[in-house]
């Protein structure tokens, strides 16, 4: 008889989990408390700018590889694009100044060996001085093991680090930091080239993997909000959905808990989760970019840090936004326009808008939230966590969701191999 997996969220963590198991021969039940997959990863139509846009700008890198191969495994990896090689343009809007960072296409970081490729002003001592993020401790600062100062820290350190942890780099984990930097500046080009959904993060993402499941004969249930487990001897026997709406579990059927921490806390409670989160604030423009107009464009010194050029749109990303989650929606929005003029060469009144800010968007990085995250078994032998909350060596990234889905898939299997 063929066991079922039972996965409770449809956002990139549970669909990674989800294909994975329907691959591996399981029957796969995906059910979503809202009416729409993705979660905090997905497009939306937007009445405001008439364009579909996406709740945030993810940037995926080519040495992501779990987020790869599951966009290979649903068929849509060549909707992810990017340029032949690494290359970053930066912009420091109080001084005019712009310059690009060049990782070449190698597997080494010679790439810091080249006074062209690397920051300008900045010498191969300055990245030496890096060094001790790649052996540092979950538990231990950004700033006390790197100097978070000086030229290469401002034009590159800081927002990259500022992008992947969503917190001030300072007080984020070293360890974490470590791991981005391990993984991307120390790999080489090769897996540095960014990588973009141009077409829209459900589309290339979220509903072909819906697709994917439907059309092989998986369910996906939207509005379907798990309320309860039913435990007994130390497994999940059944999942109450309400009212008379209770499925019960076979004896070899499995379940992939993949909601956000406060959910999950409450489903299972007694479970650790962290408890801080940081916001980030996106905004998007109706307006065609200038030709030749770069796909990510770094920003140093003003209140955009990254500028994403989109057919018919320019779109911005900003990270640990707290500070800006209360401002008036049209201040926000002229004081970003202003950036984005200096920034990416455009001009004029304000175009066509929206805001979109994501109050809960990520965990805060920090060693003291970091160490807040679970594991994916839990004290139920047939229950595992999936999401990028929890532990998975990364920060809250698409990659770190992938990962996480795909390492509760493996456990499952392993488990019925057993």
Not at 6 to 31: D, E, P, Q
Not at 86 to 115: C, H, M, N, Y
Not at 224 to 241: C, I, M, P, Q, Y
Not at 271 to 281: D, G, M, N, Q, S
Request: hydrophobic fraction near 45%; charge should be neutral; aromatic fraction near 6%.
């Amino acid at each position: 008889m063929q066991n079922t997996a039972h996965i409770i969220g449809a956002g990139i963590s549970g669909l990674s989990a989800a294909v994975r198991l329907a691959n591996a021969g399981f029957k796969v039940a995906v059910h979503e408390a809202t009416q729409q997959a993705g979660g905090r990863c997905r497009s939306y139509f937007d009445g405001a700018t008439n364009l579909t846009i996406d709740n945030g700008n993810h940037l995926l890198l080519s040495g992501n590889s779990h987020a790869r191969a599951y966009a290979r495994s649903i068929g849509t990896e060549a909707g992810l694009v990017g340029p032949e090689t690494a290359q970053f343009p930066f912009v420091d809007i109080k001084t005019g100044q712009r310059w690009q960072i060049d990782l070449g296409s190698g597997r080494l970081p010679t790439w810091v060996l080249d006074e062209g490729r690397r920051v300008p002003d900045t010498g191969l001592t300055d990245y030496l001085k890096l060094a001790p993020l790649i052996w540092a401790s979950e538990a231990t600062l950004v700033g006390k093991s790197i100097p978070c100062e000086g030229i290469l820290y401002q034009r590159l350190v800081q927002p990259l680090l500022l992008a992947a942890l969503n917190v001030d780099p300072p007080e984020g984990s070293a360890g974490l930091a470590g791991a981005i930097v391990r993984e991307t500046l120390l790999a080489g080009g090769q897996a540095c080239r960014p990588l973009i959904a141009r077409d829209g993060l459900s589309a290339v993402l979220i509903e072909p993997a819906v697709t994917f499941l439907t059309e092989r004969g998986h369910s996906v249930q939207l509005g379907h909000e798990l309320r309860s487990f039913v435990s007994n001897d130390g497994k999940v026997t059944a999942l109450n959905f309400g009212g008379e709406d209770v499925i019960q579990l076979g004896v070899g059927d499995v379940i992939v808990m993949a909601v956000p921490p406060r959910s999950a806390a409450s489903l299972l409670p007694g479970l650790k989760t962290p408890t801080e989160f940081r916001a980030i604030v996106n905004a998007h423009f109706r307006i065609e970019p200038p030709p030749g107009s770069a796909p990510i464009l770094g920003v140093i010194g003003g209140v955009v840090e990254w500028l994403f050029a989109f057919p018919n749109r320019l779109s911005v990303t900003i990270s640990n936004g707290d500070r800006l989650v209360d401002m008036p929606r049209e201040e926000l929005a002229q004081v970003i326009w202003n950036d984005v003029c200096e920034a990416g060469g455009v001009s004029g009144e304000l175009p066509p808008w929206q805001i979109v800010r994501e109050r809960r968007a990520t965990f805060a990085a920090t060693p003291a939230q970091n160490a807040l995250r679970p594991g994916p078994v839990t004290a139920l032998k047939n229950l595992f966590l999936a999401g990028d909350w929890t532990a998975t060596g990364l920060p809250a990234t698409i990659e770190g969701s992938v990962r996480s889905g795909d390492r509760a898939a493996d456990l499952v299997l392993a488990a019925k191999g057993s």
